[in-house]
Protein backbone atom coordinates (compact mmCIF):
# COMPACT_ATOMS: atom_id res chain seq x y z
CA UNK A 1 0.00 0.00 0.00
CA UNK A 2 0.72 3.50 -0.72
CA UNK A 3 0.22 5.66 2.33
CA UNK A 4 1.79 9.19 3.58
CA UNK A 5 3.52 8.49 7.06
CA UNK A 6 3.42 11.46 9.22
CA UNK A 7 6.31 12.03 11.83
CA UNK A 8 4.92 10.29 13.98
CA UNK A 9 4.59 7.46 11.73
CA UNK A 10 0.71 6.88 11.44
CA UNK A 11 -0.71 6.08 7.71
CA UNK A 12 -2.24 8.77 6.82
CA UNK A 13 -5.35 7.45 4.73
CA UNK A 14 -8.88 8.14 4.46
CA UNK A 15 -11.86 5.97 4.45
CA UNK A 16 -14.74 6.91 2.34
CA UNK A 17 -17.89 5.78 2.04
CA UNK A 18 -19.50 5.67 -1.88
CA UNK A 19 -22.74 4.82 -2.13
CA UNK A 20 -25.09 2.53 -1.74
CA UNK A 21 -27.81 5.77 -2.65
CA UNK A 22 -25.10 6.95 -4.98
CA UNK A 23 -26.55 8.37 -8.43
CA UNK A 24 -23.27 7.29 -10.58
CA UNK A 25 -23.02 4.09 -9.11
CA UNK A 26 -26.26 3.30 -11.49
CA UNK A 27 -28.13 1.88 -8.70
CA UNK A 28 -27.44 0.24 -5.03
CA UNK A 29 -23.62 -0.12 -4.79
CA UNK A 30 -21.55 0.72 -1.99
CA UNK A 31 -17.72 1.07 -2.41
CA UNK A 32 -15.45 1.84 0.57
CA UNK A 33 -12.16 3.82 -0.70
CA UNK A 34 -9.05 4.05 1.12
CA UNK A 35 -7.52 7.41 0.40
CA UNK A 36 -4.21 8.74 0.30
CA UNK A 37 -5.12 12.54 -0.79
CA UNK A 38 -7.23 11.99 -4.04
CA UNK A 39 -5.86 8.96 -5.04
CA UNK A 40 -7.09 5.53 -4.29
CA UNK A 41 -4.85 3.29 -2.41
CA UNK A 42 -7.69 0.23 -2.02
CA UNK A 43 -11.18 -0.07 -2.90
CA UNK A 44 -13.53 -2.96 -1.64
CA UNK A 45 -16.76 -2.99 -3.35
CA UNK A 46 -20.00 -4.16 -0.81
CA UNK A 47 -23.25 -5.55 -2.90
CA UNK A 48 -26.30 -7.33 -2.03
CA UNK A 49 -28.80 -4.36 -1.25
CA UNK A 50 -30.35 -5.89 -4.23
CA UNK A 51 -30.74 -9.38 -3.88
CA UNK A 52 -34.17 -10.68 -4.09
CA UNK A 53 -33.36 -14.91 -4.16
CA UNK A 54 -34.36 -14.82 -7.41
CA UNK A 55 -32.40 -18.19 -8.23
CA UNK A 56 -34.33 -19.72 -4.77
CA UNK A 57 -37.61 -18.80 -5.87
CA UNK A 58 -36.74 -20.14 -9.33
CA UNK A 59 -36.86 -23.49 -7.58
CA UNK A 60 -40.38 -22.72 -6.32
CA UNK A 61 -41.82 -22.39 -10.08
CA UNK A 62 -42.00 -24.38 -12.41
CA UNK A 63 -39.71 -24.25 -15.61
CA UNK A 64 -41.92 -21.88 -17.81
CA UNK A 65 -43.06 -19.95 -14.49
CA UNK A 66 -39.77 -19.18 -13.87
CA UNK A 67 -39.31 -17.16 -17.37
CA UNK A 68 -40.71 -13.74 -15.41
CA UNK A 69 -38.17 -14.07 -12.58
CA UNK A 70 -35.67 -14.11 -15.23
CA UNK A 71 -36.83 -10.51 -16.43
CA UNK A 72 -36.21 -8.46 -13.01
CA UNK A 73 -32.75 -9.76 -12.82
CA UNK A 74 -30.89 -7.53 -15.58
CA UNK A 75 -33.85 -5.23 -16.21
CA UNK A 76 -32.13 -3.80 -18.89
CA UNK A 77 -31.94 -6.91 -20.83
CA UNK A 78 -35.20 -8.83 -20.10
CA UNK A 79 -34.82 -10.51 -23.27
CA UNK A 80 -31.49 -11.77 -22.92
CA UNK A 81 -32.16 -13.07 -19.55
CA UNK A 82 -35.32 -14.70 -21.09
CA UNK A 83 -33.58 -16.22 -23.71
CA UNK A 84 -30.66 -17.55 -21.79
CA UNK A 85 -33.44 -19.27 -19.84
CA UNK A 86 -34.86 -20.80 -22.30
CA UNK A 87 -31.38 -21.72 -24.35
CA UNK A 88 -30.82 -23.51 -21.09
CA UNK A 89 -33.91 -25.32 -20.50
CA UNK A 90 -34.83 -26.33 -24.21
CA UNK A 91 -30.78 -27.99 -24.31
CA UNK A 92 -32.06 -29.76 -21.10
CA UNK A 93 -35.54 -30.69 -23.00
CA UNK A 94 -33.45 -31.22 -26.76
CA UNK A 95 -35.86 -29.33 -28.02
CA UNK A 96 -35.66 -27.54 -31.61
CA UNK A 97 -36.91 -24.21 -32.02
CA UNK A 98 -38.36 -23.34 -35.28
CA UNK A 99 -36.15 -21.10 -37.84
CA UNK A 100 -38.34 -18.15 -37.95
CA UNK A 101 -39.02 -17.80 -33.53
CA UNK A 102 -34.92 -17.84 -33.73
CA UNK A 103 -34.82 -14.98 -36.27
CA UNK A 104 -37.20 -12.95 -34.31
CA UNK A 105 -35.46 -14.22 -31.38
CA UNK A 106 -32.07 -12.59 -32.54
CA UNK A 107 -33.62 -9.76 -33.87
CA UNK A 108 -35.16 -8.75 -30.47
CA UNK A 109 -32.29 -9.04 -28.32
CA UNK A 110 -30.00 -7.16 -30.82
CA UNK A 111 -33.04 -4.48 -30.35
CA UNK A 112 -32.34 -4.68 -26.59
CA UNK A 113 -28.73 -4.58 -27.06
CA UNK A 114 -28.95 -0.95 -28.57
CA UNK A 115 -31.29 -0.21 -26.27
CA UNK A 116 -29.19 -1.07 -23.63
CA UNK A 117 -25.66 0.51 -24.76
CA UNK A 118 -28.27 3.91 -25.16
CA UNK A 119 -29.06 3.94 -21.65
CA UNK A 120 -25.18 2.43 -20.52
CA UNK A 121 -24.21 5.79 -22.86
CA UNK A 122 -26.43 8.52 -21.64
CA UNK A 123 -25.81 7.69 -18.22
CA UNK A 124 -22.39 7.39 -18.07
CA UNK A 125 -22.14 10.62 -20.06
CA UNK A 126 -24.36 12.01 -17.42
CA UNK A 127 -21.66 10.90 -14.88
CA UNK A 128 -18.98 12.46 -16.70
CA UNK A 129 -21.14 15.82 -17.31
CA UNK A 130 -22.59 15.36 -20.80
CA UNK A 131 -26.09 16.53 -19.87
CA UNK A 132 -27.47 16.32 -23.42
CA UNK A 133 -26.50 12.90 -23.94
CA UNK A 134 -28.47 11.42 -21.97
CA UNK A 135 -31.61 12.86 -23.11
CA UNK A 136 -30.95 12.07 -26.38
CA UNK A 137 -29.96 8.60 -25.70
CA UNK A 138 -33.33 8.32 -23.75
CA UNK A 139 -35.20 9.86 -26.69
CA UNK A 140 -33.99 7.08 -29.33
CA UNK A 141 -34.78 4.31 -26.27
CA UNK A 142 -38.43 5.03 -26.31
CA UNK A 143 -38.52 4.48 -29.90
CA UNK A 144 -37.47 0.79 -29.21
CA UNK A 145 -39.21 0.25 -25.95
CA UNK A 146 -42.70 1.12 -28.42
CA UNK A 147 -41.58 -1.71 -30.34
CA UNK A 148 -40.92 -3.88 -27.47
CA UNK A 149 -44.43 -2.73 -26.28
CA UNK A 150 -46.25 -3.75 -29.93
CA UNK A 151 -44.63 -7.17 -29.54
CA UNK A 152 -44.55 -8.22 -25.94
CA UNK A 153 -47.64 -5.96 -24.32
CA UNK A 154 -44.43 -4.82 -22.29
CA UNK A 155 -42.43 -2.23 -22.46
CA UNK A 156 -39.53 -3.85 -20.23
CA UNK A 157 -40.41 -7.20 -18.36
CA UNK A 158 -41.47 -8.52 -21.82
CA UNK A 159 -40.90 -12.06 -21.22
CA UNK A 160 -41.91 -12.50 -25.13
CA UNK A 161 -39.37 -15.59 -25.13
CA UNK A 162 -40.86 -18.96 -24.42
CA UNK A 163 -39.70 -21.68 -23.66
CA UNK A 164 -39.81 -23.58 -27.39
CA UNK A 165 -39.76 -20.23 -29.09
CA UNK A 166 -41.43 -16.51 -28.68
CA UNK A 167 -44.98 -15.69 -27.11
CA UNK A 168 -47.41 -13.83 -29.63
CA UNK A 169 -46.90 -12.84 -33.78
CA UNK A 170 -45.22 -10.50 -34.36
CA UNK A 171 -47.46 -7.54 -34.41
CA UNK A 172 -49.22 -6.09 -37.56
CA UNK A 173 -46.80 -3.40 -39.13
CA UNK A 174 -43.96 -4.58 -37.04
CA UNK A 175 -41.58 -3.83 -40.22
CA UNK A 176 -41.92 -0.35 -40.63
CA UNK A 177 -41.63 -0.03 -36.43
CA UNK A 178 -38.56 -1.64 -37.13
CA UNK A 179 -37.33 -0.07 -39.96
CA UNK A 180 -37.94 3.27 -38.67
CA UNK A 181 -35.42 2.65 -35.69
CA UNK A 182 -33.30 1.05 -38.18
CA UNK A 183 -32.98 4.61 -40.14
CA UNK A 184 -33.12 7.09 -37.51
CA UNK A 185 -30.53 5.25 -35.39
CA UNK A 186 -27.12 5.74 -37.97
CA UNK A 187 -27.16 9.33 -38.00
CA UNK A 188 -28.12 10.15 -34.17
CA UNK A 189 -25.50 7.24 -33.30
CA UNK A 190 -23.42 9.53 -35.54
CA UNK A 191 -24.79 12.42 -34.19
CA UNK A 192 -23.55 11.11 -30.18
CA UNK A 193 -20.28 10.48 -31.66
CA UNK A 194 -20.22 14.00 -33.03
CA UNK A 195 -20.97 15.40 -29.14
CA UNK A 196 -18.38 13.02 -27.40
CA UNK A 197 -15.77 11.10 -29.41
CA UNK A 198 -13.10 14.17 -30.54
CA UNK A 199 -14.60 16.23 -27.06
CA UNK A 200 -11.84 17.50 -24.93
CA UNK A 201 -13.21 16.96 -21.74
CA UNK A 202 -14.86 13.64 -22.92
CA UNK A 203 -11.00 12.38 -23.71
CA UNK A 204 -9.34 14.10 -20.84
CA UNK A 205 -12.04 12.08 -19.09
CA UNK A 206 -11.54 8.73 -20.25
CA UNK A 207 -8.33 8.47 -22.38
CA UNK A 208 -5.94 6.40 -20.15
CA UNK A 209 -8.30 5.77 -16.88
CA UNK A 210 -9.01 2.73 -15.74
CA UNK A 211 -6.95 0.74 -17.96
CA UNK A 212 -6.31 -2.96 -17.15
CA UNK A 213 -4.10 -5.69 -18.47
CA UNK A 214 -5.35 -8.01 -21.27
CA UNK A 215 -4.23 -10.85 -19.12
CA UNK A 216 -5.41 -9.43 -16.20
CA UNK A 217 -8.88 -9.47 -17.39
CA UNK A 218 -9.32 -12.82 -18.63
CA UNK A 219 -7.89 -13.86 -15.38
CA UNK A 220 -10.69 -11.91 -13.54
CA UNK A 221 -12.90 -14.05 -15.84
CA UNK A 222 -14.16 -10.35 -17.41
CA UNK A 223 -16.11 -10.30 -20.50
CA UNK A 224 -18.03 -8.73 -23.24
CA UNK A 225 -16.91 -5.17 -24.32
CA UNK A 226 -14.71 -4.55 -21.42
CA UNK A 227 -12.70 -7.55 -22.85
CA UNK A 228 -13.00 -6.64 -25.98
CA UNK A 229 -11.62 -3.34 -25.41
CA UNK A 230 -8.34 -5.10 -24.07
CA UNK A 231 -7.68 -6.65 -27.75
CA UNK A 232 -9.35 -9.80 -27.11
CA UNK A 233 -12.08 -10.87 -29.30
CA UNK A 234 -14.42 -12.51 -27.40
CA UNK A 235 -17.79 -12.68 -28.27
CA UNK A 236 -20.59 -15.30 -27.72
CA UNK A 237 -22.43 -15.03 -30.54
CA UNK A 238 -19.45 -15.80 -32.89
CA UNK A 239 -17.36 -17.88 -31.00
CA UNK A 240 -20.24 -20.59 -29.57
CA UNK A 241 -22.95 -19.59 -31.72
CA UNK A 242 -26.51 -19.80 -30.13
CA UNK A 243 -29.78 -18.93 -31.52
CA UNK A 244 -28.50 -19.57 -35.60
CA UNK A 245 -26.42 -16.28 -34.91
CA UNK A 246 -23.79 -18.60 -37.32
CA UNK A 247 -25.78 -17.32 -40.59
CA UNK A 248 -25.36 -13.43 -39.40
CA UNK A 249 -22.64 -11.67 -40.86
CA UNK A 250 -21.08 -9.10 -37.97
CA UNK A 251 -17.99 -7.89 -37.16
CA UNK A 252 -16.65 -8.01 -33.18
CA UNK A 253 -15.41 -4.83 -32.64
CA UNK A 254 -12.32 -4.73 -30.54
CA UNK A 255 -9.71 -1.83 -29.24
CA UNK A 256 -6.74 -1.97 -27.51
CA UNK A 257 -6.42 0.70 -25.15
CA UNK A 258 -8.43 -1.36 -22.84
CA UNK A 259 -9.50 2.01 -20.57
CA UNK A 260 -12.39 3.44 -20.27
CA UNK A 261 -12.16 5.27 -23.64
CA UNK A 262 -11.75 2.01 -25.36
CA UNK A 263 -14.90 0.57 -23.98
CA UNK A 264 -16.97 3.17 -24.89
CA UNK A 265 -15.52 2.88 -28.33
CA UNK A 266 -15.95 -0.67 -28.60
CA UNK A 267 -20.05 0.10 -27.56
CA UNK A 268 -20.99 2.61 -29.88
CA UNK A 269 -19.60 -0.23 -32.43
CA UNK A 270 -21.55 -2.48 -31.26
CA UNK A 271 -24.92 -0.83 -31.63
CA UNK A 272 -23.73 -0.08 -35.37
CA UNK A 273 -23.01 -4.02 -35.73
CA UNK A 274 -25.92 -4.52 -34.25
CA UNK A 275 -28.19 -2.56 -36.64
CA UNK A 276 -26.51 -4.81 -38.88
CA UNK A 277 -27.81 -7.94 -37.55
CA UNK A 278 -31.18 -6.75 -36.97
CA UNK A 279 -31.33 -5.80 -40.98
CA UNK A 280 -30.32 -9.32 -41.83
CA UNK A 281 -32.60 -10.75 -39.56
CA UNK A 282 -35.40 -8.68 -40.83
CA UNK A 283 -34.64 -10.25 -44.54
CA UNK A 284 -34.86 -13.50 -42.76
CA UNK A 285 -38.25 -13.52 -40.98
CA UNK A 286 -40.69 -15.15 -43.25
CA UNK A 287 -44.44 -13.69 -42.87
CA UNK A 288 -45.42 -16.80 -42.15
CA UNK A 289 -44.26 -20.02 -40.48
CA UNK A 290 -44.43 -21.47 -36.84
CA UNK A 291 -43.17 -19.57 -33.67
CA UNK A 292 -43.45 -22.38 -31.57
CA UNK A 293 -41.88 -25.32 -31.49
CA UNK A 294 -44.12 -28.36 -31.95
CA UNK A 295 -43.84 -30.07 -28.57
CA UNK A 296 -47.52 -31.14 -26.40
CA UNK A 297 -46.78 -31.27 -22.89
CA UNK A 298 -43.83 -28.40 -23.37
CA UNK A 299 -45.35 -25.66 -25.34
CA UNK A 300 -49.24 -24.58 -25.04
CA UNK A 301 -51.18 -25.59 -27.74
CA UNK A 302 -52.92 -22.83 -29.76
CA UNK A 303 -55.87 -21.32 -28.41
CA UNK A 304 -58.36 -22.37 -31.76
CA UNK A 305 -57.09 -26.05 -31.08
CA UNK A 306 -58.18 -26.65 -27.64
CA UNK A 307 -61.18 -25.64 -28.64
CA UNK A 308 -61.65 -28.37 -30.95
CA UNK A 309 -59.35 -30.71 -29.94
CA UNK A 310 -59.66 -32.63 -26.46
CA UNK A 311 -55.73 -33.54 -26.49
CA UNK A 312 -54.98 -29.86 -26.76
CA UNK A 313 -57.28 -28.72 -24.11
CA UNK A 314 -55.10 -31.48 -21.86
CA UNK A 315 -51.92 -30.59 -22.50
CA UNK A 316 -53.01 -26.64 -21.79
CA UNK A 317 -54.23 -27.87 -18.63
CA UNK A 318 -51.25 -30.09 -17.39
CA UNK A 319 -48.26 -27.53 -18.38
CA UNK A 320 -50.41 -25.01 -16.31
CA UNK A 321 -51.33 -26.67 -13.11
CA UNK A 322 -48.49 -29.30 -13.24
CA UNK A 323 -45.56 -27.74 -15.69
CA UNK A 324 -43.09 -30.96 -17.57
CA UNK A 325 -40.51 -32.47 -16.24
CA UNK A 326 -37.40 -32.57 -18.09
CA UNK A 327 -35.30 -35.67 -17.83
CA UNK A 328 -32.50 -35.58 -15.10
CA UNK A 329 -29.84 -34.22 -16.50
CA UNK A 330 -27.84 -30.39 -16.20
CA UNK A 331 -27.16 -27.53 -18.67
CA UNK A 332 -24.72 -24.92 -18.99
CA UNK A 333 -25.89 -22.15 -21.97
CA UNK A 334 -23.57 -18.52 -22.79
CA UNK A 335 -25.18 -15.99 -24.79
CA UNK A 336 -23.67 -12.95 -25.20
CA UNK A 337 -25.69 -9.73 -22.96
CA UNK A 338 -24.91 -5.89 -23.35
CA UNK A 339 -22.99 -6.69 -20.46
CA UNK A 340 -21.12 -9.69 -21.01
CA UNK A 341 -21.01 -13.16 -21.36
CA UNK A 342 -24.28 -14.26 -19.50
CA UNK A 343 -24.52 -17.96 -18.32
CA UNK A 344 -27.47 -20.20 -17.39
CA UNK A 345 -26.89 -22.93 -15.67
CA UNK A 346 -30.41 -25.79 -15.20
CA UNK A 347 -30.14 -28.74 -13.42
CA UNK A 348 -32.83 -31.01 -13.13
CA UNK A 349 -33.51 -34.05 -10.82
CA UNK A 350 -36.63 -35.02 -13.23
CA UNK A 351 -39.33 -33.05 -11.24
CA UNK A 352 -41.54 -30.46 -12.84
CA UNK A 353 -39.41 -27.74 -10.65
CA UNK A 354 -35.54 -27.04 -11.37
CA UNK A 355 -33.27 -28.18 -8.96
CA UNK A 356 -31.13 -25.58 -9.26
CA UNK A 357 -31.26 -22.33 -11.89
CA UNK A 358 -27.69 -20.73 -11.80
CA UNK A 359 -27.11 -17.10 -13.28
CA UNK A 360 -23.89 -16.39 -14.42
CA UNK A 361 -24.51 -12.48 -14.57
CA UNK A 362 -22.00 -10.45 -16.09
CA UNK A 363 -22.38 -7.26 -14.08
CA UNK A 364 -21.33 -9.33 -10.93
CA UNK A 365 -18.27 -10.71 -12.62
CA UNK A 366 -17.02 -7.88 -14.42
CA UNK A 367 -17.64 -6.19 -10.96
CA UNK A 368 -15.00 -8.01 -9.39
CA UNK A 369 -12.35 -6.54 -11.33
CA UNK A 370 -13.26 -2.95 -9.99
CA UNK A 371 -10.78 -2.47 -7.15
CA UNK A 372 -7.72 -3.58 -9.47
CA UNK A 373 -9.29 -0.95 -12.46
CA UNK A 374 -9.20 1.92 -9.84
CA UNK A 375 -6.07 1.32 -7.42
CA UNK A 376 -4.09 4.20 -8.29
CA UNK A 377 -6.76 6.58 -10.08
CA UNK A 378 -8.43 9.72 -8.39
CA UNK A 379 -11.86 9.78 -7.41
CA UNK A 380 -13.74 11.68 -9.83
CA UNK A 381 -12.39 8.43 -12.06
CA UNK A 382 -13.96 6.05 -9.97
CA UNK A 383 -17.32 7.07 -11.27
CA UNK A 384 -16.17 6.87 -15.24
CA UNK A 385 -14.74 3.33 -14.67
CA UNK A 386 -17.83 1.92 -13.04
CA UNK A 387 -19.57 3.67 -15.68
CA UNK A 388 -17.54 1.68 -18.28
CA UNK A 389 -17.47 -1.42 -16.55
CA UNK A 390 -21.20 -1.22 -17.36
CA UNK A 391 -22.94 -3.03 -14.00
CA UNK A 392 -26.28 -3.36 -13.55
CA UNK A 393 -27.48 -3.59 -10.07
CA UNK A 394 -30.37 -6.11 -10.27
CA UNK A 395 -28.00 -8.30 -12.31
CA UNK A 396 -25.21 -8.33 -9.67
CA UNK A 397 -27.12 -8.97 -7.00
CA UNK A 398 -29.85 -11.29 -8.43
CA UNK B 1 -12.86 -44.19 -22.67
CA UNK B 2 -16.79 -43.10 -22.72
CA UNK B 3 -18.68 -42.83 -26.14
CA UNK B 4 -19.25 -39.79 -27.43
CA UNK B 5 -17.49 -37.89 -25.89
CA UNK B 6 -16.22 -34.86 -28.09
CA UNK B 7 -13.11 -34.73 -29.77
CA UNK B 8 -11.95 -31.72 -27.82
CA UNK B 9 -13.23 -33.03 -24.26
CA UNK B 10 -11.39 -35.96 -25.24
CA UNK B 11 -8.15 -34.85 -25.36
CA UNK B 12 -8.67 -33.44 -21.52
CA UNK B 13 -9.60 -36.15 -20.42
CA UNK B 14 -6.48 -37.87 -21.89
CA UNK B 15 -4.40 -35.54 -20.29
CA UNK B 16 -5.74 -35.77 -17.01
CA UNK B 17 -5.32 -39.34 -17.15
CA UNK B 18 -1.70 -39.37 -18.26
CA UNK B 19 -1.00 -36.82 -15.50
CA UNK B 20 -2.68 -38.66 -13.07
CA UNK B 21 -4.61 -41.93 -12.91
CA UNK B 22 -6.88 -40.75 -10.23
CA UNK B 23 -7.68 -37.36 -11.77
CA UNK B 24 -10.90 -38.50 -13.78
CA UNK B 25 -13.12 -40.14 -11.33
CA UNK B 26 -16.19 -40.11 -14.10
CA UNK B 27 -16.80 -38.54 -17.33
CA UNK B 28 -20.30 -37.67 -17.98
CA UNK B 29 -21.85 -36.87 -21.81
CA UNK B 30 -25.10 -35.11 -21.63
CA UNK B 31 -26.44 -33.07 -25.01
CA UNK B 32 -23.13 -32.34 -25.92
CA UNK B 33 -21.26 -30.23 -22.52
CA UNK B 34 -18.88 -32.92 -21.24
CA UNK B 35 -18.14 -33.10 -17.08
CA UNK B 36 -14.94 -34.40 -15.86
CA UNK B 37 -15.59 -35.64 -11.89
CA UNK B 38 -12.32 -34.70 -10.18
CA UNK B 39 -11.70 -36.27 -6.43
CA UNK B 40 -12.01 -33.75 -4.28
CA UNK B 41 -8.22 -33.26 -3.29
CA UNK B 42 -7.07 -33.02 -6.79
CA UNK B 43 -9.41 -30.14 -7.97
CA UNK B 44 -6.80 -27.42 -7.70
CA UNK B 45 -3.76 -29.41 -9.59
CA UNK B 46 -6.50 -30.51 -12.31
CA UNK B 47 -7.50 -26.93 -12.50
CA UNK B 48 -3.80 -25.65 -12.32
CA UNK B 49 -3.36 -28.68 -15.15
CA UNK B 50 -6.50 -27.63 -17.29
CA UNK B 51 -5.03 -23.47 -17.33
CA UNK B 52 -1.44 -24.17 -18.12
CA UNK B 53 -1.28 -27.23 -19.94
CA UNK B 54 -4.63 -27.45 -22.30
CA UNK B 55 -5.19 -23.25 -22.42
CA UNK B 56 -8.82 -23.22 -20.44
CA UNK B 57 -7.84 -19.30 -19.37
CA UNK B 58 -10.90 -18.03 -18.74
CA UNK B 59 -13.30 -19.54 -15.65
CA UNK B 60 -16.96 -18.73 -17.09
CA UNK B 61 -18.63 -19.57 -13.93
CA UNK B 62 -18.64 -21.67 -10.62
CA UNK B 63 -21.69 -23.22 -9.23
CA UNK B 64 -23.30 -25.32 -6.65
CA UNK B 65 -26.09 -28.30 -6.90
CA UNK B 66 -27.61 -29.16 -3.47
CA UNK B 67 -28.89 -32.92 -3.57
CA UNK B 68 -30.26 -32.99 0.07
CA UNK B 69 -31.24 -35.89 1.31
CA UNK B 70 -28.57 -37.73 -1.20
CA UNK B 71 -25.26 -38.19 -0.10
CA UNK B 72 -22.47 -36.50 -1.26
CA UNK B 73 -24.86 -34.24 -1.46
CA UNK B 74 -22.97 -30.80 -2.53
CA UNK B 75 -22.00 -30.72 -6.38
CA UNK B 76 -19.36 -28.13 -7.61
CA UNK B 77 -19.54 -27.42 -10.68
CA UNK B 78 -16.25 -24.86 -12.81
CA UNK B 79 -17.67 -24.08 -15.93
CA UNK B 80 -14.09 -23.62 -17.92
CA UNK B 81 -13.79 -21.82 -21.23
CA UNK B 82 -10.85 -22.01 -23.48
CA UNK B 83 -9.93 -18.45 -25.72
CA UNK B 84 -7.85 -20.21 -28.16
CA UNK B 85 -9.35 -23.35 -28.77
CA UNK B 86 -13.19 -22.22 -27.94
CA UNK B 87 -13.89 -25.21 -25.92
CA UNK B 88 -15.82 -25.26 -23.07
CA UNK B 89 -15.69 -28.09 -20.07
CA UNK B 90 -17.05 -28.64 -16.76
CA UNK B 91 -15.10 -29.81 -13.68
CA UNK B 92 -17.40 -30.80 -10.84
CA UNK B 93 -16.31 -32.31 -7.27
CA UNK B 94 -19.17 -33.88 -5.16
CA UNK B 95 -18.76 -33.43 -1.13
CA UNK B 96 -20.25 -34.52 1.45
CA UNK B 97 -22.49 -32.62 3.38
CA UNK B 98 -20.82 -33.39 6.83
CA UNK B 99 -17.52 -31.88 5.86
CA UNK B 100 -18.14 -29.18 2.80
CA UNK B 101 -14.83 -27.85 2.26
CA UNK B 102 -13.06 -27.85 -0.75
CA UNK B 103 -10.01 -26.02 -2.19
CA UNK B 104 -10.30 -22.36 -3.57
CA UNK B 105 -9.26 -22.11 -7.24
CA UNK B 106 -8.42 -18.48 -6.87
CA UNK B 107 -4.80 -19.02 -7.17
CA UNK B 108 -5.31 -20.62 -10.62
CA UNK B 109 -8.41 -18.55 -11.56
CA UNK B 110 -8.27 -14.97 -9.60
CA UNK B 111 -11.88 -14.54 -10.62
CA UNK B 112 -12.85 -17.40 -8.57
CA UNK B 113 -13.08 -14.75 -5.30
CA UNK B 114 -16.71 -13.97 -5.81
CA UNK B 115 -17.76 -16.81 -7.46
CA UNK B 116 -16.78 -18.63 -4.36
CA UNK B 117 -17.52 -16.09 -2.19
CA UNK B 118 -21.28 -16.20 -3.41
CA UNK B 119 -21.27 -20.19 -2.61
CA UNK B 120 -19.99 -20.16 0.67
CA UNK B 121 -23.14 -17.13 1.54
CA UNK B 122 -25.67 -19.01 -0.47
CA UNK B 123 -24.24 -22.59 -0.01
CA UNK B 124 -21.91 -23.02 2.91
CA UNK B 125 -19.26 -24.50 1.42
CA UNK B 126 -16.21 -23.67 2.36
CA UNK B 127 -13.14 -22.63 0.53
CA UNK B 128 -9.76 -23.53 1.72
CA UNK B 129 -6.79 -21.24 1.04
CA UNK B 130 -9.87 -18.10 -0.02
CA UNK B 131 -8.43 -14.93 1.21
CA UNK B 132 -11.59 -12.87 2.03
CA UNK B 133 -14.11 -15.90 2.24
CA UNK B 134 -17.11 -13.27 4.07
CA UNK B 135 -20.92 -13.37 2.71
CA UNK B 136 -20.95 -11.38 -0.34
CA UNK B 137 -25.45 -10.96 -1.25
CA UNK B 138 -26.42 -11.48 2.14
CA UNK B 139 -25.84 -9.17 5.48
CA UNK B 140 -23.26 -10.33 7.91
CA UNK B 141 -25.13 -11.51 10.48
CA UNK B 142 -27.45 -13.71 8.21
CA UNK B 143 -28.11 -17.04 9.44
CA UNK B 144 -28.44 -20.52 7.51
CA UNK B 145 -27.64 -20.55 3.83
CA UNK B 146 -31.19 -20.09 1.74
CA UNK B 147 -29.93 -21.77 -1.34
CA UNK B 148 -29.44 -25.21 0.74
CA UNK B 149 -32.75 -27.47 0.14
CA UNK B 150 -32.89 -27.78 3.73
CA UNK B 151 -33.71 -24.07 3.87
CA UNK B 152 -37.57 -22.95 2.81
CA UNK B 153 -38.02 -20.65 0.31
CA UNK B 154 -40.14 -18.21 2.48
CA UNK B 155 -37.34 -18.31 4.90
CA UNK B 156 -37.56 -19.46 8.65
CA UNK B 157 -39.33 -16.04 9.43
CA UNK B 158 -43.17 -16.80 11.78
CA UNK B 159 -46.17 -16.85 8.65
CA UNK B 160 -48.95 -15.54 9.59
CA UNK B 161 -52.30 -18.27 10.01
CA UNK B 162 -53.64 -15.92 7.13
CA UNK B 163 -50.92 -16.81 5.12
CA UNK B 164 -50.26 -20.48 5.92
CA UNK B 165 -50.67 -21.53 2.47
CA UNK B 166 -47.24 -20.23 2.38
CA UNK B 167 -46.07 -23.01 4.43
CA UNK B 168 -45.94 -26.05 1.57
CA UNK B 169 -43.03 -28.59 1.87
CA UNK B 170 -39.97 -26.18 -0.13
CA UNK B 171 -39.04 -28.45 -2.83
Redesign the interface.
Given at each position: MTTVETATGEAKTMVLNMGPQHPSTHGVLRVLLELDGENIVKAVPD??YL?T?I???C??LTYSQAITLTDRMDYLNPLGNNLVYCLAVE??L?LEVPKRAQYIRVMMVELQRISSHLVWLGTHAIDLGAMSVFLYCFREREEILKIFERFAGQRMMTSYIRIGGISVEPPAGWRQMVNGVLKMLPSRIDEYETLLTENRIWMARTKGVGYIKPQEA??????GPTLRAAG?P?DNRR??PYSSYEEFEFDVPTRTDSDCFGRYMVRVAEMRESLKIIKQAMGKITDQGPIKAEAPGIVPPQREKMKTEMEALIYHFKIFTEGFSPPP????V?VESPRG?L?C?V?S?G?P?P??V?F?SPS??N???LPNIIQGQLIADVVACIGTIDIVLGDV?? | MTEGVSQNAQVVVEHLRAWNVKAVAEVIEYHGETTIVVPRELLRSAGERCRDHLEFNLLSDATCVDHFPIEPRFELNYHLTSLPKSAKIRLRVRVNGSDPVVDSLISVWPGAGWMEREIFDLMGIRFNGHPDLRRILLPDDWEGHPLRKDYPTQGFRDVPASASYLKKAST
Open positions: LGHGEKSEHKLGVAMSMTIYVFGDAYTEGYADSRLRHRFILQADR | -
